[in-house]
């Protein structure tokens, strides 16, 4: 086995640390107290090529592996979850989807610009009653000739107010079940088509998160990816990609936490020495620093099977798990190792606790992971 990055990957990986630290780290807290979404810097991320990653450049993609693209989630993630869960969502579930699945005419249209960062998309799946649980799509596209007539409402909805793009989920045979979900592309600004007050969060508040709603809005039939019936196959393999990117996500939260503990263990000092040198911070560093290793061999495993086009349903689920699980212990503890001070804003741990735990829900929660993960090993 060989576990060394590529120059490229490497160079790629620096580029976004260099990024995290110059450009997202100063106004990250001041973003997260007042919600405010990272816009300056998410078009930044556009023109560094970083919001479509794996899409071919005949596309205006980046052309580059799985493998960069979780590089590059765990380095913008250490500092500023925020922002990277806008590069997931547009990697891994709106441009894949796309690029996977969609017809040539909706790669022209609509991957090229999400490809190239001018606009960004929205994944649209969850719903007041049907989060996890896709099979029970209450918003429907009823079949109108050449045109569906989209009705329902959209929860939790990542890069809602801001997108341009957005891919619907959506029930048009009902009897059906699952065989009869389609998904639907369909362009912000279309009459019908509103978007509900920003959620007020726990964590990754800067991320712009909305219900939408739909009141007979026309989407033209061209605008439906893949043959009728086929979004709910739609959703579940692009939300197998998306996995990997929130466990990716999950490991820069838990390693952004642990590199903050280890510098100020070494900096604070009780009893006459740094406390990094008192067993009992010593013994929490050793734990964290080995759970963020096996937790990124679990993501790097997952990325490389992506991208060796071997299954990795399974390798993506499991990380998704392990990683997300990691980042909530490795954040309470690195708050513990700077004690006091990992209650205040200023020293950034009590914001990294606050958006770990959205890791360990969204994409699929523990026990959905752990659902997919057992279906696999008993086949």
């Known amino acids: 086995m060989h576990f060394e990055l590529s120059e490229e990957q490497r160079m790629i990986r620096q580029a976004a640390r260099d990024f995290a630290q110059q450009e997202l780290k100063p106004g990250v807290i001041e973003r997260d107290e007042h ?19 794996m899409v071919d450049p005949k596309y205006n993609g980046s052309g580059l ?51 190239a960062g001018e606009q960004i998309g929205a994944f649209c799946l969850s719903e007041p009653e049907a989060g996890s649980d896709a099979t029970s799509q209450r918003t429907t596209a009823e079949d109108k000739g050449d045109y ?30 699952h065989k009869g979900i389609n998904a639907f592309i369909v362009e912000k600004g279309t009459p019908g ?15 712009d998160t909305h219900s939408l709603m739909f009141n007979d809005v026309r989407v033209p039939k061209e605008n439906r990816i893949g043959e009728d019936g086929f979004g709910f196959r739609f959703a579940m393999k692009t939300l197998e990609g998306g996995r ?65 086009g071997l299954p990795y349903t399974e390798a993506g689920s499991m990380a998704k798990l392990f990683a997300s699980k990691v980042a909530m212990d490795v954040t309470v503890e690195a ?19 606050r958006d770990a735990k959205i890791t360990q829900i969204y994409e699929g929660t523990s026990e959905i992971q752990k659902l997919v993960i057992s279906r696999e090993v008993l086949k």
Request: charged residues 20%; positive net charge; glycine residues 8%.
């Open 335 to 353: 708050v513990q190792v700077h004690g006091g001070y990992g209650f205040v804003k200023e020293y950034h741990v009590e914001r990294l606790m």
């Open 35 to 53: 919600q405010k979404f990272p816009a300056e810097q998410v078009k930044q991320l556009g023109e560094l090529g970083f919001l479509g990653m």
């Open 244 to 308: 990997i990117g929130i466990a990716a996500q999950a490991l820069g939260i838990a390693a952004g936490a642990y590199e903050l503990a280890v510098r100020y263990a070494k900096e604070r000092k009780a009893f006459g020495k740094p406390i990094s040198e008192h067993q009992a911070i010593a013994f929490k560093l050793a734990d964290m620093a080995t759970q963020i290793e096996a937790a990124r061999m679990l993501v790097y495993k997952a990325a490389w099977l992506k991208d060796q």
């Open 65 to 115: 592996d799985a493998i960069s693209y979780v590089l590059v989630m765990e380095e913008l993630s250490k500092i500023d979850a925020s922002a990277s869960v806008v590069v997931s969502v547009n990697n891994s579930l709106v441009c894949y989807g796309l690029e996977a699945f969609g017809s040539e005419a909706q790669k022209e249209k609509y991957l090229k610009p999400l490809a």
């Open 148 to 177: 569906y007539l989209l009705n329902g409402t959209k929860n939790w909805i990542t890069n809602g107010s801001t997108a341009s793009t957005y891919i619907v989920i959506a029930q048009t045979n009902p009897e059906l079940r």
């Open 193 to 207: 088509f509103t978007v509900g007050p920003k959620e007020n969060k726990l964590g990754i508040r800067g991320s």
